[in-house]
C-alpha cells in the first residue's frame, strides 16, 4: 500500500486526508511538502484515520510539522488518528506534544461558531 494525500481547503483551513503507509522516505516527503506548501494558511489539519503504518520517520516528520507550523503561527491539527497511529503517539508519548483534535474541533475551527458543535452534539444524541 502506498501513500496519498487528499487536500481540501477553505479559506484559511486545510484539511490533508492522509491513507496508506507512512513510512518510506518518498511518502514522508511527499506530506513533507504538501504541508510546507500551505504556509499562508491559519489552520492545517491532517486527518490520519486511514493511515495505515506509521513508522520513527514518519514520528519525527509530524514532530517537525508541527515545529515547522509554530514556527510560522500556524495551527496544526490532528485528527482522528487510526488505532495504529494513536498507539503509536500514545507510546512515545508525542500526545503531550502534538495536538490531536476531534471531529467536533475541525467543525469549530470551519464554522467559527459554537452553533456547530450544538448542532454535531444534537445529531448523535
Same mark, same amino acid.
Given at each position: 500500500?502506498?501513500?496519498?494525500?487528499?487536500?481540501?481547503?477553505? !479559506?484559511?483551513?486545510?484539511?490533508?486526508?492522509?491513507? &496508506?503507509?507512512?513510512?518510506?522516505?518518498?511518502?514522508?516527503?511527499?506530506?513533507?511538502?504538501?504541508?510546507?506548501?500551505?504556509?499562508?494558511?491559519?489552520?492545517?489539519?491532517?486527518?490520519?484515520?486511514?493511515? &495505515?503504518?506509521?513508522?520513527? !520517520? &514518519?514520528?519525527?516528520?509530524?514532530?517537525?510539522?508541527?515545529?515547522?507550523?509554530?514556527?510560522? !503561527?500556524?495551527?496544526?491539527?490532528?485528527?482522528?488518528?487510526?488505532?495504529?497511529?494513536?498507539?503509536?503517539?500514545?507510546?512515545?508519548?508525542?500526545?503531550?506534544?502534538? +495536538?490531536?483534535?476531534?471531529?467536533?474541533?475541525?467543525? +469549530?475551527?470551519?464554522?467559527? &461558531?459554537?452553533?456547530?458543535?450544538?448542532?454535531?452534539?444534537?445529531?448523535?444524541?
Amino acid at each position: 500500500m502506498s501513500f496519498y494525500i487528499n487536500t481540501q481547503q477553505t !479559506g484559511d483551513v486545510a484539511v490533508l486526508q492522509c491513507a &496508506g503507509r507512512m513510512v518510506r522516505p518518498q511518502a514522508l516527503s511527499l506530506l513533507k511538502d504538501a504541508v510546507t506548501s500551505l504556509s499562508q494558511l491559519r489552520v492545517i489539519v491532517l486527518d490520519l484515520s486511514e493511515v &495505515g503504518m506509521l513508522d520513527a !520517520g &514518519g514520528l519525527g516528520v509530524l514532530v517537525s510539522l508541527h515545529n515547522w507550523a509554530c514556527a510560522n !503561527g500556524i495551527q496544526l491539527k490532528l485528527v482522528n488518528p487510526s488505532t495504529l497511529v494513536r498507539q503509536m503517539l500514545e507510546l512515545t508519548r508525542l500526545t503531550s506534544v502534538l +495536538h490531536i483534535s476531534s471531529v467536533e474541533d475541525v467543525i +469549530h475551527i470551519f464554522c467559527n &461558531g459554537d452553533r456547530a458543535i450544538e448542532n454535531v452534539a444534537g445529531a448523535v444524541a
